[in-house]
């Protein structure tokens, strides 16, 4: 079976702190994803990247960035958190056009303070 | 850009019935993918269901079935004999072309009650 594993299931940081969230995946996918997921607005793309070390905006980057050195890591950055980037983060990844479906890490509640 | 519109936030059904949870997309791709995910309490997202905008069948797993009407950009999911484990929010996705975006929606919260 696929895995998608996310660093962290709670996290509680304070505004300002640097905070990284990890996103792992064992089956060897070329595309990975992360969404933010707030009530009434659904799953918002944040960036994604196709490769290793390729990466493109979503619709909401801003305050964000990623790195993707490894193929199978993916990371999330918010360089200085804040109080609205509260939210339930979701990790994807996908083994490429040709095979589209998505599989998900078990989300990261971030909580900032 | 894609977008994919669900337009009932909330539905709920009682159980053994059937409901009908409504997706609509907009693309100009000919080439896409469509999807059905469930989300239940645990947050684990799971896929339901898949269809490949080539093929005219529709696709059906177990209960679940999908109408899907490419020339109305419109893919609804109906939960046949609904069970209380069908309690979840719904997402429709879509991804198409040679873009590597997946598009979801705003979600469906669907209640089966007993």
């Known amino acids: 079976d696929v895995k998608v594993t996310q660093s962290s299931r709670y996290l509680v940081k304070r505004t300002g702190e640097k905070v990284f969230l990890e996103c792992v995946q064992d089956m060897d996918h070329e595309n990975m994803f992360w969404y933010r997921q707030d009530p009434g607005l659904g799953l918002r793309l944040i960036y994604f990247s196709y490769d290793v070390k390729m990466k493109e905006k979503g619709d909401i980057p801003e305050g964000y960035s990623v790195s993707r050195e490894k193929k199978e890591r993916f990371s999330l950055i918010l360089e200085s958190a804040s109080t609205n980037q509260t939210s339930m983060y979701l990790c994807a990844s996908t083994r490429g056009i040709e095979d589209p479906e998505a599989f998900f890490g078990q989300g990261t509640r971030l909580t900032v303070v | 850009a894609q977008t994919v519109t669900q337009s009932q936030p909330e539905m709920s059904v009682q159980e053994a019935e059937t409901v009908t949870l409504s997706c609509t997309y907009d693309t100009s791709e000919n080439n896409y993918y469509l999807f059905w995910y469930k989300q239940p309490p645990s947050r684990q997202m799971i896929l339901v269901i898949r269809q490949e905008a080539y093929k005219q069948q529709n696709a059906t797993e177990n209960r679940f079935s999908v109408n899907f009407q490419k020339a109305a950009k419109s893919f609804s999911l109906k939960i046949s004999d609904s069970q209380l484990g069908d309690t979840a929010m719904y997402f429709c996705?879509?991804?198409?072309?040679?873009?590597?975006?997946?598009?979801f929606g705003k979600g469906t919260l669907l209640t089966v009650n007993p």
């Open positions: 996705a879509f991804i198409g072309g040679s873009n590597y975006k997946l598009t």
